[in-house]
């Protein structure tokens, strides 16, 4: 018998090995990791903040305490008085002192300071009457026209002017150039003492509101007789009028002349203010 063929001897293979399952890390495991790192650092400076105090109260202690005196509440009291007398003494002494320039100052003679639109300053700014108007319209021709012309002329002295209408009004009966009014101009000396009349018929008493931007300003009479010194006349019978007076100052002629005409400047042009103060001193009147 044929000698069977030794077969080789077969190697088993070597069962794998098995891998060991790590862990898994979650995030939030590796923020608690974190958080203990952190606590474990912020323990070690406290520990060294509790060891430095220990130290510091330990030499406080090893110092002896000195205490000072305390002073009695009397010497408190005697200092507080002494405080106060000097404080006293102090301010009784700042008067005296103020008081000597204050009495030199009146011993000196005192000097106005004049103010603005005074003639002290510029005779150039004093207010001036430039002219006063007075006006009766009667509203209507003939007889009552010529009664109010002679009215004004005795109150005046000077003839009047007529004034005849601009326009018709048929419900007043008025016609386009008839003759309605009559006026007078007065000026210089005139002016003044026919306005010192007037005003006398008002009892010298002026509204604030008829004063206008420039200082001009205008008032009534509601009847002529009014006026000191003049009589009733029963052939004239009783009229009211209208005064305007036009203030100005030197030099506002350069707006009025006929050649080189010029403008007025600001600083000289004439306020109600002025105005106001002007007529309060030279006519004794009452603004309200």
């Known amino acids: 018998m044929a000698e069977e063929k030794a077969s080789p001897p077969v190697k088993k293979k070597a069962a794998p090995e098995e891998k060991v399952a790590e862990p898994k890390v979650t995030p939030a495991k590796e923020k608690k990791a974190s958080d203990e790192k952190k606590a474990v650092k912020a323990k070690a400076p406290a520990a060294e903040q509790k060891a430095v105090k220990a130290e510091k109260a330990a030499k406080t202690e090893a110092k002896p305490v000195t205490k000072k005196p305390a002073k009695p509440k009397e010497a408190k009291v005697t200092e507080l008085a002494a405080a106060a007398e000097e404080k006293k003494a102090a301010t009784k002494k700042a008067p005296s002192a103020e008081k000597k320039p204050v009495e030199e100052k009146k ?102 509101y008829c004063f206008d931007r420039q200082g001009n300003f205008s008032f009534g009479i509601k009847e002529h007789i009014d006026i000191p010194g003049t009589k009733y006349m029963p052939d004239l019978g009783i009229h009211g009028m209208d005064i305007s007076v036009s203030m100005g100052r030197a030099g506002y002629r350069v707006k009025r002349r006929h050649r080189v005409k010029s403008r007025i400047g600001k600083d000289h042009l004439l306020t109600a203010g002025e105005a106001v103060l002007f007529i309060k001193d030279e006519f004794d009147v009452e603004i309200t």
């Not at 009664?147 to 008025?174: C, D, H, M, V, Y």
């Not at 386009?176 to 026919?194: H, N, P, Q, W």
């Open 107 to 208: 011993a000196e003679p005192k000097t106005a300071t004049p103010q603005p639109g005074e003639s002290t300053v510029n005779p150039m700014l004093k207010p001036i009457i430039e002219k006063v108007t007075v006006n009766m319209s009667v509203g209507q021709s003939g007889k009552p026209l010529e009664q109010a012309a002679t009215i004004i002329q005795q109150l005046t002295g000077q003839k009047p002017s007529r004034r005849q209408a601009k326009k018709t009004i048929r419900e007043f009966g008025i016609r386009k150039g008839e003759s309605i009014a009559c006026l007078v101009t007065l000026r210089d000396e005139k002016a003044e003492e026919f306005l010192r009349k007037a005003l006398q018929a008002v009892e010298n008493k002026l509204s604030k």
